[in-house]
């Protein structure tokens, strides 16, 4: 009885030892002051424009070629089946359509109404409907901002044609 009663005298020593020097830690007042916390919230909430990152052009794709065309987009009908490089379509994916261009191809669709872009790959055959250039996906559609209207005019940017064509499923 008497190792049991010295455990537990030791171990109440240990805790209150603990508690002694932890509980004050914890129920301390911030260092920093009322109005400190506001100056650092208003730095935090507008960073002064020398502070901002500049994007790095070096880093930015260049087009090799650009024009304008309309696009429209493909969705649920397809979704699920085999594209012409033979991937299976994905209505939520970054790709598109294009009568032409090598399957592979990366292009940046841009809507000049919005500003907003999009880069997909060429990776099937279309629009066939006379005055369109090119399908995009129903995702890229939507993040364009053209998914309700179906259909918009479009600048297209071709920044990176395969160094060898796609082989389609048929060579």
Known sequence: MRHKNNFATAGAVFLGFILFFVA???NAPSAVSAADARLQAQATLQPAASNLAKP???LVPKPGKTWECVSS???EDFDGRPTANGETYDMYGNTAAH???PL???V???NPKNNRSQIVRINDRGP???GRGIDVSYEVA???GFDQRGVAKVRLELLEVPSRPAATPNE
């Open 56 to 58: 790095n052009a070096s």
């Open 108 to 110: 940046r669709v841009i």
């Open 73 to 75: 987009w493909y969705g």
């Open 128 to 130: 066939y409907v006379e």
């Open 142 to 144: 939507r993040r364009l």
């Open 104 to 106: 592979g191809s990366i």
């Open 24 to 26: 004050p830690v914890l």
């Open 99 to 101: 009568p032409t261009l």
